[in-house]
């Protein structure tokens, strides 16, 4: 309500669900942590619901710092430079949905303690790739969108660390207040 465009249109809401649905191709193949069979266990759904009431807020912390870049940073704040922001908003939703898959799928730390199969890994990978040629090239004209100059490239990077730091700090204090991982 705040912005004078819409953040995204039709088609690159439908992209990115699309995308994102082809990163998750890889999840069946996707195994747990050791450690986590040493045990039976059920599905936690109260542990689930708390876990998402924590990071719910801070997804949108992080939407609402995306959103802030690409107005007073880097300039989209006009009807004419709404492409610009939604070519930004739409890598980094991207981007930051594909990064979530790997940042809950364990309580250790993604890429270092614990790795993803790599027909999950494979898959997260590509359509990252995708995203990104979307965004940063004259492809981003097919979906209705400029191509992203490569001074929003740092920011990109920067908030999407922000948040992945952010998660693993937030799963660490779920793990000590509530004893497990969901």
């Keep these: 309500i705040f912005l004078p465009f819409l953040p995204m249109k039709p ?15 890889g999840m069946p193949f996707d195994g747990v942590d050791r450690d986590y069979l040493q045990e039976p266990k059920s599905w936690n759904l109260q542990g689930i619901r708390h876990f998402m009431r924590w990071l719910g807020p801070v997804s949108t912390v992080f939407d609402i710092l995306c959103y802030l870049i690409l107005w007073f940073v880097m300039g989209f704040n006009s009807i004419e430079q709404a492409a610009s922001f939604q070519a930004g908003w739409f890598i980094f939703g991207t981007l930051s949905q594909i ?8 309580g250790k730390v993604p890429f270092v303690e614990s790795m993803s199969s790599g027909r999950l890994t494979f898959s997260t990978l590509l359509i990252s790739v995708v995203a990104i040629v979307i965004s940063f090239s004259d492809s981003a004209i097919a979906f209705d969108m400029m191509p992203l100059p490569i001074r929003f490239a740092p920011w990109l990077i920067l908030l999407l660390l922000a948040y992945m730091l952010t998660i693993q700090l937030v799963k660490k204090v ?9």
């Design 99 to 106: 990064a979530i898959i790997h940042m809950i799928r364990t």
């Design 174 to 182: 779920y793990i000590k207040r509530y004893g497990e991982w969901i």
């Design 11 to 25: 088609v690159h809401l439908l992209t990115q669900n699309l995308l994102n649905d082809f990163a998750q191709m």
